[in-house]
């Protein structure tokens, strides 16, 4: 009987230790943040900015996340394993995070827009999109990659930011980023018309036309032909659609040595400089993202071509422009796989 409740102990421990914070960190987050939030394609969690944010607004947003910003939202982490990863990258700084007052900040929000339109909009967009000119830099890279600021309207910054929080950020400014300081060209009451007007923001709605987009993470069509006709038909119908095409890979290459690598995968790398350009300007950051490749493999005597569904990739940055832009790719890379199977 003794024995028994021992080993009931044991079994029980892992679940009664606190959770791995770094752990979770380097799972959930630093595929975006980087190790140790150098930033990427999520914004820079750098000292700077942490101490400027309480450990409530980090716990939030991991909560929250940013719909349609590309950030998800762990509603499936446990109360402590949010902790734990706030305390993680909390222990950065070796300080402790500032705390904010939860009061709502009274002001007149059509003073405050007028105010937004003059001060912020340059930056931050002309409905807090963050699609205006401003960026701040991501520190995980030797040369400057830009980033756009965060969403003001982004209902997960809503509902994780404090109005006393927000007003620091626009008295001190951020000292990383191009995020000036208002402290010496707004007043206080000025500053409360910005905040009530901020509160007023709301993301756009999903564009029509993009719903049958929607859902779907990759397309896949059976090829007739064997591995190598396809190939060659995907690389025909690209060129066809006045795509260049990169030198071929296997999908498996650099990642796994050469004589074990699968060479029945194939990825085949293509894109219009044009549209690229455009796409880059629209937001730096889709160059981490968005893959132009399509795959041909070969998978139990089947020749499967596959690609990613870029009208859904695109939607997740929230932006219009862009999202059409994915529209118009997802057609046109879907004709080019049709034309190779046909
Ligand atoms: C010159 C460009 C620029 C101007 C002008 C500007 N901002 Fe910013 N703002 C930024 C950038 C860039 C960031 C992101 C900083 C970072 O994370 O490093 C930012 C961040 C913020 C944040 C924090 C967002 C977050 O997720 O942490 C708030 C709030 C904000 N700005 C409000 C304002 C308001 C209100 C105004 C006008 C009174 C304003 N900004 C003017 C560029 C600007
Ligand atoms: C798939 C990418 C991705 C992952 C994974 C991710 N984030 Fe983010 N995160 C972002 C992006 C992008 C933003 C900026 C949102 C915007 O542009 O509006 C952001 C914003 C944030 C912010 C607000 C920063 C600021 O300046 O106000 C915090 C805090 C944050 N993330 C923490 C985390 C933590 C902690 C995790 C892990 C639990 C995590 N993120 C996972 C992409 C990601």
């Known amino acids: 009987m003794k024995h ?78 949010v902790s734990a990863i706030v305390r993680y990258v909390r222990s950065w700084t070796g300080k402790p995070g500032p705390v904010f007052e939860a009061a709502r900040i009274q002001g007149d929000a059509g003073k405050g827009n007028v105010l937004y ?24 890279r030797e040369r400057s990659f830009m980033v756009m600021p965060a969403a003001l309207n982004n ?11 927000i007003r620091d950020i626009i008295l001190s400014g951020r000292k990383t980023s191009n995020m000036p300081a208002f402290r010496d060209k707004l007043s206080d009451q000025e500053v409360a018309h910005v905040i009530a007007y901020l509160r007023t923001l709301q993301p756009p709605a999903p564009r029509k036309g993009l719903e049958e987009w929607v859902g779907k993470p990759a397309y896949v069509m059976e090829s007739p032909y064997d591995l190598e ?43 219009n400089f044009k549209e690229l350009y455009h796409l880059l300007n629209i937001d730096p950051r889709l160059g981490t993202v968005l893959p132009c490749r399509i795959n041909v493999l070969e998978q139990d005597g089947k020749v499967l071509v596959i690609s990613a569904n870029v009208a859904q990739l695109a939607t997740l940055f929230n932006n219009q422009e862009l999202s059409e832009v994915g529209v118009l790719m997802e057609e046109i890379i879907l004709t080019v796989m049709e034309e190779a199977t046909l």
């Open 155 to 165: 209902s997960g910054f809503q509902k994780s930011a404090s109005d006393a929080m």
């Open 117 to 140: 339109q003059k001060h912020c909009v340059r930056c931050h967009g002309k409905d807090g999109s963050g699609e205006g000119a401003g960026t701040g830099v991501t520190l995980s």
């Open 4 to 81: 028994l409740n021992w080993l009931f102990l044991l079994l029980c421990m892992p679940l009664f230790a606190a959770p791995d914070g770094k752990a979770l960190y380097e799972e959930k987050c630093s595929a975006c943040h980087h190790f140790r939030g150098q930033g990427g394609i999520g914004l820079p969690l750098s000292p700077e900015i942490l101490a400027q944010v309480s450990d409530d607004y980090i716990a939030k947003t991991i909560r929250h996340g940013r719909p349609g910003r590309i950030m998800p939202s762990f509603q499936k982490l446990s109360a402590a394993q």
């Open 229 to 271: 006709t396809t190939v060659e038909n995907v690389k025909q119908a690209l060129a066809g659609a006045n795509f260049r095409i990169f030198p071929q890979r296997y999908l498996e290459q650099g990642l796994t040595d050469e004589f074990s690598m699968n060479t029945r995968q194939v990825s085949i790398r293509f894109c």
